[in-house]
């Protein structure tokens, strides 16, 4: 396993942390060189931090062009990486209001999600998701047998119904992962249903979801997959058909229904976040403004980044 993977593991609240002990959030930045210019380090997220604003941008930050470089992760040197999205990305956004101690660097990734998709609402939602999946870090990795049977179990109840992967057998015993706990096959097929074989990541491998901007364009294709196609009737229905999409139907009311709910809330509240807080997010979410799978693509990531090698 790459040092700089990150194995999560669920503590008592049924979070996920660090195994070991990181100071680094997005630990997976660090290797980020945009056009060769960023000085190393640049681009680090960092854990725990607790301001209500958004981090003021370095010389670097200020600097650096939107163009793609390079950066290491999960074991793997990726070519066509853009750089983290700054606070100048999304000029008209609030850093500000409203988003508790998520960490002030990652906000405008979340901000940009929401202002790309057109769902309002979504950024400080995708805040507490990634907190409880991953604790805000890029390269989280989940391989427990629990996690790792699930992806197992997805890849093979889905595998024919669905377009073939590339890595199909590598995802299935991968686990889950990224910055949003995604599982590893479901991951791959992103977009699949919408564009078929031009859905982007069929080729790739399942570390590409430890790229942050890779994470946030499935992250936001799901979301509106939820909101489009099941009855939602509040915030913590959204996180409900993040943890099983099942539960949205046949096990709504149910208990496993109900906690997925509970701790939806908990977690909002402990990281500072008012689901009530309307002028940041509306009482509904909607996904009436959808731009469609490419568009989001394109928007996000670019061009599809590739490992060197791999």
Same mark, same amino acid.
């Given at each position: 396993?790459?040092?700089?993977?990150?194995?999560?593991?669920?503590?008592?609240?049924?979070?996920?942390?660090?195994?070991?002990?990181?100071?680094?959030?997005?630990?997976?930045?660090?290797?980020?060189?945009?056009? *060769? /210019? =960023? #000085?190393?380090?640049?681009?680090?997220?960092?854990?725990?931090?607790?301001? &209500?604003? !958004?981090?003021?941008? @370095?010389?670097?930050?200020?600097?650096?062009?939107?163009?793609?470089?390079?950066?290491?992760?999960?074991?793997?040197?990726?070519?066509?990486?853009?750089?983290?999205?700054?606070?100048?990305?999304?000029?008209?956004?609030?850093?500000?209001?409203?988003?508790?101690?998520?960490?002030?660097?990652?906000?405008?990734?979340?901000?940009?999600?929401?202002?790309?998709?057109?769902?309002?609402?979504?950024?400080?939602?995708?805040?507490?998701?990634?907190?409880?999946?991953?604790?805000?870090?890029?390269?989280?990795?989940?391989?427990?047998?629990?996690?790792?049977?699930?992806?197992?179990?997805?890849?093979?109840?889905?595998?024919?119904?669905?377009?073939?992967?590339?890595?199909?057998?590598?995802?299935?015993?991968?686990?889950?992962?990224?910055?949003? *706990? /995604? =599982? #590893?096959?479901?991951?791959?097929?992103?977009?699949?249903?919408?564009?078929? &074989?031009? !859905?982007?990541?069929? @080729?790739?491998?399942?570390?590409?979801?430890?790229?942050?901007?890779?994470?946030?364009?499935?992250?936001?294709?799901?979301?509106?997959?939820?909101?489009?196609?099941?009855?939602?009737?509040?915030?913590?229905?959204?996180?409900?058909?993040?943890?099983?999409?099942?539960?949205?139907?046949?096990?709504?009311?149910?208990?496993?229904?109900?906690?997925?709910?509970?701790?939806?809330?908990?977690?909002?509240?402990?990281?500072?976040?008012?689901?009530?807080?309307?002028?940041?997010?509306?009482?509904?979410?909607?996904?009436?403004?959808?731009?469609?799978?490419?568009?989001?693509?394109?928007?996000?990531?670019?061009?599809?980044?590739?490992?060197?090698?791999?």
């Amino acid at each position: 396993m790459a040092s700089d993977i990150i194995e999560m593991k669920e503590n008592k609240h049924g979070v996920y942390v660090p195994k070991r002990k990181t100071n680094v959030g997005l630990v997976a930045l660090g290797g980020l060189a945009a056009a *060769g /210019a =960023l #000085a190393a380090g640049a681009y680090f997220w960092k854990r725990g931090q607790a301001s &209500d604003s !958004a981090a003021e941008p @370095s010389e670097g930050d200020r600097t650096a062009s939107d163009e793609a470089g390079s950066m290491k992760t999960g074991g793997f040197t990726w070519t066509n990486v853009r750089p983290p999205p700054r606070a100048a990305d999304v000029p008209d956004f609030d850093l500000t209001t409203n988003w508790g101690k998520t960490p002030g660097d990652i906000r405008p990734l979340f901000a940009l999600m929401e202002v790309i998709s057109g769902i309002k609402g979504s950024a400080r939602i995708f805040a507490v998701i990634s907190k409880r999946e991953a604790g805000f870090v890029a390269s989280a990795h989940n391989s427990s047998k629990r996690e790792v049977d699930a992806s197992r179990r997805a890849y093979d109840l889905a595998k024919d119904r669905n377009r073939p992967l590339k890595y199909g057998p590598e995802s299935a015993e991968f686990g889950s992962g990224g910055l949003f *706990g /995604a =599982l #590893a096959p479901y991951f791959l097929w992103t977009g699949a249903v919408a564009v078929k &074989d031009a !859905a982007p990541l069929l @080729s790739s491998r399942p570390e590409i979801m430890f790229l942050p901007r890779v994470a946030a364009f499935h992250a936001v294709v799901y979301m509106q997959w939820v909101i489009a196609n099941h009855r939602i009737d509040d915030h913590a229905d959204i996180k409900v058909g993040w943890a099983r999409p099942s539960l949205l139907r046949s096990g709504r009311g149910g208990s496993t229904y109900q906690a997925v709910r509970t701790r939806f809330f908990d977690d909002a509240e402990a990281l500072g976040v008012d689901l009530a807080d309307t002028s940041t997010i509306p009482a509904t979410l909607v996904a009436k403004d959808w731009p469609g799978v490419t568009s989001i693509f394109k928007q996000l990531v670019g061009v599809l980044p590739t490992p060197i090698g791999g």
